[in-house]
């Protein structure tokens, strides 16, 4: 599976992305993440360096990480 990143900006704070997952990413969640496999859709807050971030869904495949970077309109 390459790794994609998708992403687009909310408001000045948030932005939301689809993108394999980082430990760090995880961390700042408060989440527990057992399979970090595939394609997170997850929101940051905090601009370029995150000071959170909530996860909102796993997506198993790289086709559906496509297929919802097409129907969010995602760069």
Do not use: N, W
């Amino acid at each position: 599976m390459s790794d994609y990143y998708f992403s687009a900006k909310v408001d000045d704070d948030t932005t939301i992305c689809i993108a394999p997952i980082t430990d760090r990413r995880i961390e700042l969640s408060g989440e527990k993440v057992d399979d970090k496999s595939g394609y997170f859709l997850f929101e940051t807050k905090g601009g370029a360096e995150p000071s959170e971030v909530q996860i909102l869904a796993r997506l198993t495949s790289e086709e559906a990480a496509l297929r919802l970077k097409l129907m969010l309109a995602l760069k």
